[in-house]
């Protein structure tokens, strides 16, 4: 691949009479944006206007088309990769951007996560065995509530306990009031068990609010957040992890639910900075397929130019007795996450139920890696 130029691979319907056509119009839209003829310059003219790489047609009316667009129309932001890549094409609704294959330039452009899987581990003394890690929830919960919740789940020794992507800044758990009390609550269940539990607050809202929280979050002692990249912006993500390299960010997915393949945002989520990212588990409430987690998995696990490895976090509707089968599925290097079966349970059986999590997970500590 040329180092000037990224390819962006697009599926849509068309027919045979048209697709060239077709694909030269999504090059140009994603490109220049303008008819050829206003265009004067021969240097834009070579150099920016995207091109038809390839067109394969994969039968009843689908093709698939690659177009190479320009390295040099990203000035190295994750917004503005993202817009090239998906922008004004995501306007036709029979388009979807389903891979993309970025030259090493690109990649070295962006910083990948701080701390990635490796990371992780460190963080919570665990060498070889997956993750593990649940949520706090649901919505209206009173800050004394969900760190009453945290000190359970915590005690049964999780790795990693999250805020549910739901809890922002609500009259009902302010910011400022929840993370004192769940940062407190984990602590004291850390000492009880001497296990480096981490909290993971949600940061939400623009950015001049998430660098507050972060501020108050750091104040506790917490150094691993959660960020939902596609709501607060991949630009945001990108910033953040380099204003603060020592801290550890986990993606959540919520609204990439859209016509790009999930395995392509888990990809860039890596490459803006997310040490761990969150997806439907296949055989959950979201529909995803097994070959679609794989691609997850392997597009934050596989070696990319020299980028940590992130950790894929399969999530959504995982019962206890699917554990043995995420273990097959993903090796020892993933961190599972499972919330509603475990807050489902008794509150007399929460922290007997989570241990039971934690032991099945343990099982795994001198398995091989899956990558």
């Known amino acids: 691949m040329s180092a000037s ?24 839209e994603q490109s220049v944006e303008a008819p050829l003829a206003a265009i004067r310059d021969k ?38 990769l993202l817009n090239m890549l998906f922008g004004n094409t995501s306007l036709h609704d029979d ?37 593990t890690a649940s949520a706090l929830k649901p919505q ?28 922002a800044n609500q009259a009902f758990s302010p910011f400022e009031e929840r993370v004192p009390a769940c940062a407190a609550a984990v602590r004291a269940a850390s000492r009880a068990t001497g296990h480096p539990t981490r909290y993971v607050p949600s940061l939400t809202g623009d950015r001049l609010a998430i660098e507050r929280q972060i501020a108050l979050a750091r104040g506790e002692g917490i150094d691993t957040f959660l960020i939902a990249p596609a ?29 790009i393949a999930p395995d392509v945002y888990a990809r860039l989520f890596r490459l803006f900075g997310a040490d761990a990212s969150i997806f439907p588990n296949y055989g959950g409430r979201f ?42 599925f993903y090796g020892p290097d993933a961190m599972l996450l499972i919330g509603g079966a475990l807050l489902a349970e008794p509150p007399n059986r929460l922290v007997a139920e989570t241990r039971a999590f934690v032991r099945a997970v343990g099982a795994l500590e001198h398995g091989a890696a899956h990558v």
């Open 95 to 131: 388009v979807a951007l389903i891979a993309v294959d970025l030259p090493e330039a690109l990649v070295a452009a962006f910083d990948g996560p701080s701390h990635g899987l490796a990371g992780l581990r460190k963080r919570v003394k665990a060498a070889r065995r997956p993750l």
């Open 5 to 28: 130029r990224l390819i962006a691979t697009y599926r849509l319907r068309a027919d045979a009479a048209t697709i060239e056509e077709r694909a030269r119009a999504i090059a140009i």
């Open 140 to 167: 209206g919960l009173s800050p004394d509530a969900l760190a009453a919740l945290a000190h359970n789940l915590a005690l049964g020794g999780l790795d990693f306990l999250k805020d549910d992507h739901g809890l």
């Open 287 to 328: 529909g995803y397929s097994e070959q679609a987690c794989r691609g997850i998995a392997d597009s934050l696990r596989k070696p990319w130019f020299g980028l940590a490895a992130a950790a894929p976090v399969p999530a959504g509707g995982m019962s206890l007795k699917r554990i043995p089968e995420m273990l097959d």
């Open 43 to 80: 240097n834009i003219l070579a150099d920016i206007v995207g091109e038809t790489r390839h067109i394969a047609d994969r039968g009843g009316g689908v093709f698939d088309i690659e177009i190479a667009l320009a390295v040099a129309t990203i000035g190295g932001d994750a917004g503005q």
């Open 231 to 259: 709501i607060a912006g991949p630009s945001t993500l990108q910033a953040l992890r380099r204003a603060h390299p020592d801290l550890a960010f986990l993606a959540h997915p919520t609204l990439t639910g859209s016509r």
